[in-house]
């Protein structure tokens, strides 16, 4: 029986993180949803947009430890976002859009520090990545999940998400 892990990640629109770990190979699911808020109860698009419940767009990526590590898909991660920005990823403007990893476990927590202490070099800017203990996730409305999939006409996909996974394929062509 093979094992699988989760990984928690917010890097700007959900739509965007979530058409690129669709494809990569090991990654069993993706779903979008929302973490990280003070606010209590379910937080529905409008209020994690309005950037006052304290929610970031995320993905949660549910993926096969035998075929991809979380450390690949941490690295994977930090090289599909602009990590040194502050809440501004692109076009999404908000601290709904931050760039945030949140982990499931103390191992994941150890990773991600080591990940970014290795990457501080490579960038001109401090990286403003936050890493936090996964504390709540809310699964997004259904018409956010797989957006890219069926929607890949619509100005946003066209404009935004097409050439980010040209881009991330010839980057990983691996997956």
């Known amino acids: 029986m093979k094992t699988v892990e989760k990984a928690t990640f917010g890097g700007g629109c959900f739509w965007c993180i979530e058409a690129l770990f669709t494809i990569v190979k090991g990654v069993e ?12 109860g379910y937080p529905t698009y409008r209020e994690v947009c309005s950037g006052r419940t304290g929610h970031a767009e995320v993905v949660q990526v549910t993926f096969c430890p035998e ?3 979380y450390e690949r898909l941490l690295t994977l991660f930090m090289t599909v976002h602009d990590p040194t920005t502050t809440h501004t990823k692109g076009v999404s ?3 709904q859009y931050r760039s ?6 103390n191992q994941q927590q150890q990773s991600a520090v080591a990940l970014i202490e290795t990457l501080r070099p490579r960038f001109e800017k401090p990286i403003t990545t936050e890493i936090a203990a996964l504390k709540n996730f809310y699964l997004a409305e259904a018409y956010h999940q797989k957006y890219f999939e ?12 097409r050439p980010k996974l040209k881009a991330f394929q010839r980057e990983h062509p691996e997956g």
């Open 67 to 69: 075929l991809i590590s």
């Open 29 to 40: 699911q993706v779903v979008s949803g929302y973490s990280g808020g003070s606010v209590p």
């Open 93 to 95: 403007i908000g601290n």
């Open 150 to 161: 069926k929607n890949p006409e619509q100005a946003y996909c066209q404009g935004i998400i």
């Open 100 to 105: 945030v990893i949140y982990t499931h476990n």
